[in-house]
């Protein structure tokens, strides 16, 4: 079976990678404003990430971690970045091998 290749995956993983570390605000306020209460389940995968995006633009819980971390931003150090558990969905997106890309120079140990 062939597969479409996803272009842009890096840059529409960083568009939506807040989401991630808000889920239960966005769950929260999926359930309150779109009245999708099990977001998991949701059939619509473009839909549902379409809505979800606009949320910081109704005075809900995204909204309000939005201006906390704006007035109070949380130092994050690369250890602090979850790990990948399975490399199934970076090999979709096409991100497997691409870390080779990065400019090396100025970068202890390299």
Known sequence: MH???????????????WIVTHW???D????????????????????????AERLAHYFGAV???VIRSVKHP???????????????MADELGLIGTYSAVPRSGVSGA
Request: charged share 30%.
């Open 28 to 51: 929260s306020d999926m359930s309150r404003f779109h009245r999708i209460d099990d977001s998991p389940s949701y059939p619509n995968g473009a839909r549902w990430f379409t809505r």
């Open 3 to 17: 597969r479409p290749k996803i272009t842009g995956g890096v840059e529409r993983l960083n568009q939506i990678a």
């Open 63 to 65: 909204r309000a971690a």
């Open 24 to 26: 239960e605000e966005v």
């Open 74 to 88: 949380e130092p994050r150090t690369f250890d602090q970045v979850p790990p990948v558990p399975d490399n199934s």
